[in-house]
């Protein structure tokens, strides 16, 4: 595949209110520090590095808005609550107890920060830009790749992976709804294309649909209302690790529903789909977000085609319902080359 390929258009390039769609990118790395990455992205488009703690810093003023930059874990930042404490309230100074705890705190996790500097990812998030302009992010992941950035390929110890975002198209169930079919319907085939490295397999953060979900999504007679969908959903996944997690998306959609899952502190409301399989492949100087956003695109396009969507969804139920393994995925690259 050739470095930076073009993007592909989504077979809905703006949303219902017709504004381009924009796309949320996340990537982990290793061999670089959070100051160093941050500096990078300065280096890369402007802005202006802010600091907030030891290993988490910010990047403003670039032409989409806030990079955010951090070693990837809870414990390695200052708890913000224990901070406030420590601050000044209605004008009155804290007092030395509480000051003491919250620089006792903060360098505590500073110095934590530093011991797993190596084993803790740095994490970039991105603002959401465009969908016509994510090639642009390919400057940004070459800027790392030759600064010393490792990704997953690099150590069987790296799980590291690339997020992306994109805005949905629509929020009516029945967009939805062809979406999650059309994604379980390609979900082989994109596995296969990523070639997703052993270690984030074994780890439990891109676990695939059971198959049962995955036939009662299918059957033509499925058509649920939002409540239903989302409650058939967390019944089936109570959790965040799906290689597309709809968590964010339904806690978005129904900020009142009961289920605590929905208001978890990790999972933030956004209208987006929430794709979690692709590799950080920072080794490859021919892969970046270009690679991976037109792999996404394939099951937007089927999620727009009712009749290819439709056939292919009979045709996957008939392969689940197989005593044994059927040549599936040589369906599907067929599909995919014709």
Known sequence: MSPNPTLVPPAHENTTGDKPRRVGVEIEFAGIGPIQAARLVEMTFGGNVEQHSAHRLRV?????????VELDSKYVHPDEQLLDRARA??????GLGEHLRASVHSRTREWLGDMVAGLVPTEIVCPPLPWSELARLDELF????????????????????????????????????????AYLILADWLRDEIAVDVTRDMLPHTRPFHSDYTRRVLAPEYRPSLDTLIDDYLVANPTRNRELDLLPLFAWLAPEHPNPLLRETL???????????????????????????????EVENLAADPARLAERGAAYRAHLAQPTLSRWLDSLRHWMRH
Request: aromatic share 10%; no cysteine.
């Open 89 to 94: 309230t209605d004008g009155q100074p804290p």
């Open 142 to 181: 070459a800027a790392l790749r030759r600064h010393g950035a490792e990704g997953t390929d690099a150590s069987l110890l790296y799980g590291f992976g690339l997020h992306l975002n994109p805005e949905i198209p629509s929020s009516e169930v029945s967009s939805v709804l062809a979406h999650l079919r």
């Open 267 to 297: 999972v933030k409301p956004r209208p987006t789909y929430h794709y979690r399989l692709p590799n950080a492949a920072l080794s490859d100087p021919e892969w970046g977000v270009s690679v991976e956003w037109n792999r996404w695109v």
């Open 60 to 68: 403003t003023g670039t032409p989409w808005g806030t990079f955010h």
